[in-house]
């Protein structure tokens, strides 16, 4: 433990909790993406030991996938990314998934509250290409403040206030 704790800069032992996090994280979402995959082939009305084998190796799989891709993501984004330690780099990482997954969940119920539903918008192409136009608008500045607010939750303000202020530039909306 001590050994995880030198190489992530940890301190405290609260701060433990953003590896864990991150962990069940990563855990759930390489759940999701084996029971997605594996539904796609074996129907589990049954419960079949088969489906639960191959869902544990799939899980295992995607974990392992994930794991080693976001390592790789740590090693390049800690020399561009402006942090006090290690472990911070994990809850901004946190912070994402948050705010990209809360962004797409809540445009949905923004835009049957303007009057914007699929079904309305379904006929032919167009129809399609303008109901994702409009949610795409909808989500853009609600991510951005969905940002600064689990940013904040987290303990991370500064960082994602300057990301903020970086990207607006980037989009031409202030100087």
């Known amino acids: ?83 006090n330690y290690r472990w911070e780099i994990i809850t901004i990482f946190i912070v994402f998934a948050l705010t990209g997954t809360s962004s797409l969940r809540i445009a949905r119920p923004f835009l049957e509250w303007f009057g914007f539903t699929r079904t309305l918008f379904a006929d032919g192409f167009f129809g399609g290409f303008f109901y994702w136009i409009v949610r795409i608008i909808i989500i853009l500045p609600l991510y951005q403040i969905l940002l600064i607010i689990f940013g904040t939750l987290l303990g991370q303000f500064k960082f994602f206030w300057e990301f903020e202020k970086k990207m607006l530039k980037r989009m031409k909306i202030i100087k």
């Open 1 to 83: 433990m001590n050994a995880f704790k030198e190489r992530w800069e940890i301190q405290n032992n609260w701060q433990l909790f953003f590896p864990f996090l991150g962990i069940v994280g990563l855990v759930y979402s390489a759940y999701a993406i084996a029971r997605k995959i594996l539904s796609a082939f074996i129907n589990n009305s049954d419960n079949n030991l088969l489906y639960y084998i191959l869902l544990a190796v799939g899980i295992g799989v995607f974990f392992f996938i994930m794991l080693r891709f976001f390592l790789w993501c740590f090693k390049k984004l800690e020399n561009k990314w402006v942090t």
